[in-house]
């Protein structure tokens, strides 16, 4: 069996982005993968503004504290002022551009006007020359790149785009994934479960997932446990679509179809793999047609236990939609973090055991962790890596995989 690295190289020497875009609109291009670099079309900020609310001065007119000058203008938000003449102050408000001549603002609690007086500043703290002044283009330059191709656009990236003045954005299109079930055990939630019955829980997990991603999803539903149906229903998915996912028959038993049933209609070039839980993996291709020039959908087949399943989502399906989407598939993220659990029965295979950080900035430990306890995924944020053969013990540092972070 390979390990889980070495399950993961293969898989990804595989995936190829798909080449086909479009245009959008910013508000349809959340959750897309920018397809090419997006450029700015103007400065931004377009001019010297002020990033507090105060007074534009002159630092040459205000070098020791105490300085008394004129109010000689008021620049709100979205006007312009006049040149600041020397002796002089603006009253400015934060986004407003700096007047030619000022060379700093002093906030307005630096600030009190002159009792007394008409119009009349003191400024009590003498500022340096540049002092809270956001300086034109300091944050983005016409014509130079906003956004790179690649990246997976959240609500920040559109906010850079609409700030570099664009309207729409040139995105890869969706990768489209066909997923179907097996087991005649299985039923959809609100039917009635025979003898022997369960929900298929898989089903609502791993559609969630791939949403999460922003793949365009087509549920194929739950496929009886027969060779002819799941041969028919590997060559519905292949016509339409970049990815087949499938979850269950994946195993040896003589009610799994689906090695017997992707050798048929394609290729199988990965079976199994030294993880728990997660040891059934398929990863394949099957053909669009009979037609060589119509090229093949990939396949990959996962566990039919629900905590399998969703763990060899994250771990391999994931970085290799990433792929196809034409993101940078990363490794996961983790972070060394101490163990407030015993673990002592070291498996020969790479263990991932569901966890919780807990208040006191450690791990605690579900205390199930059977790969049919989906519970144990929803209580805890994150795994434990557990390398091969290596118990833990309360106090070490171990390798933490946050979920949060491989959901997106």
Not at 8 to 17: E, F, I, T, Y
């Amino acid at each position: 069996m390979l390990t889980a690295q070495q399950a993961l190289d293969h898989l990804l020497s595989h995936a190829k982005a798909v080449e086909q875009t479009e245009d959008v609109p910013m508000q349809a291009a959340l959750g897309r993968v920018l397809a090419q670099n997006v450029n700015s079309l103007v400065d931004v900020p377009p001019l010297d503004n002020t990033s507090m609310d105060g007074y534009a001065v002159r630092s040459s007119d205000t070098a020791t504290s105490g300085a008394v000058l004129q109010i000689a203008q008021r620049i709100p938000a979205g006007s312009v002022g006049v040149q600041l003449e020397p002796g002089t102050a603006a009253r400015i408000f934060t986004g407003a551009p700096v007047p030619p001549g000022a060379d700093a603002v002093v906030m307005q609690e630096d600030c009190a006007l002159v009792e007394g007086s008409i119009g009349e500043v003191q400024i009590n703290v003498a500022p340096t020359a540049g002092q809270w002044i956001r300086r034109r283009g300091e944050d983005l330059s016409a014509g130079k790149t906003a956004l790179s191709a690649g990246i997976f656009l959240r609500p920040q990236e559109l906010g850079v785009a609409a700030s570099a003045g664009l309207t729409h954005l040139n995105v890869k299109r969706r990768v489209k994934v066909a997923a179907f079930f097996t087991g005649d055990e299985l039923a959809l939630p609100g039917e009635p479960l025979k003898p022997g019955g369960i929900y298929n829980s898989n089903r609502d997990t791993l559609l969630a997932c791939l949403r999460s991603l922003g793949c365009e999803v087509t549920d194929l539903g739950i496929v009886p446990d027969r060779l002819d149906a799941t041969r028919q229903a590997l060559r519905d998915a292949s016509k339409h679509h970049d990815l087949i996912l499938t979850s269950g028959g994946v195993s040896v038993g003589e009610e799994d179809h689906i090695k017997p049933a992707v050798t048929a209609e394609g290729r199988l070039d990965l079976w199994q793999i030294a993880i728990k839980p997660g040891k059934p993996l398929a990863f394949g291709a099957v053909r669009k047609s009979n037609e060589p020039k119509d090229g093949e959908a990939w396949f990959i087949g996962l566990p039919g236990n629900p905590v399998s399943s969703f763990v060899t989502f994250l771990l391999f399906v994931r970085p290799f939609i990433l792929k196809l989407q034409g993101r940078e598939a990363k490794p996961s993220p983790s972070y060394m973090m101490r163990a407030d659990f015993d673990w002592l029965k070291a498996d020969r295979r790479n263990e991932f055991l569901r966890v919780k950080l807990n208040q006191q900035g450690g791990l605690d430990l579900f205390p199930n962790q059977s790969s049919g306890v989906l519970t144990s995924a929803s209580w805890g944020d994150g795994l434990v890596d557990c390398p091969p053969g290596q118990p833990i013990h309360h106090g070490d540092l171990v390798k933490y995989i946050p979920f949060d972070a491989l959901l997106t």
